[in-house]
């Protein structure tokens, strides 16, 4: 597939690129929901006039994949895309081009943080790759206690209420790592997957060990990253099968 694309581009063909943008949602934004971040991405695209390439069939749609949903209240500098783009040799795109153009058009409260063009051949999508994502919330001493002794554990069993009732879920292998920075707490949990623990259900359990009533809305919540797995290690997505990587000035 790869010598095929090459071969096109020498040609003048044209050929799908597929490129992934790191957006940072921050407090203005935090009442927009998942689907209208999307929207206003969508919006963006469509204002900057990128060659996006579209489905086939009677009801084609733009090529873009979203990364796992951020909850309402939330701040993040972690929220991705993949968007395919048509290329041709006589007139590439480029990560710069892709970042400095929807830059320019995203409305207040997204910015776009960096850029990268997946390379051909890789089969590691934001949807179906994600495992992992990492947060930063203001505790108290008696939450930060808490974590440690949660982390200390084998097992933590909570209930948590899903879109099937209430469950009693085993929380302890969901958690990766926490710990207090300065008067912040910074907590790695399974995110997508099999695995997917909410942010403000983690929370609620370290709230049940240290006796504290927490808020489990997720604001004041603050995502820094989400995480492929590759052997054990924890990867960024503009970091995995990826090149060309920009990123925005000032960062």
Known sequence: MARVRAQARAQGVQSEMRYRLRLAKLESAVFVSHLGTM????RAVRRARLP???TEGYHPHPKYSFATALGVGMTSEAEYVDIELIDRADSPVGSRAVLEAV???LPPGLSVLAVAQVMEGSRTGLASGIRWASYRVEIS????LAAAELLGQASFEIEIAGKGGKKTVDVRPMVRCAAPQGRALEFTIACGGRAHLRPGDFLSALGSIAGEKVRTDGFGVHRTG???EVESR???PEAHECTDL???AGL
């Open 226 to 228: 989400l995480f492929f």
């Open 246 to 248: 920009v990123i925005a």
């Open 103 to 105: 830059g320019r058009e």
């Open 52 to 54: 996006v390439a579209y």
């Open 141 to 144: 001493l008696g939450m930060a």
């Open 234 to 236: 924890l990867v960024a």
């Open 39 to 42: 929207r206003a991405f969508e």
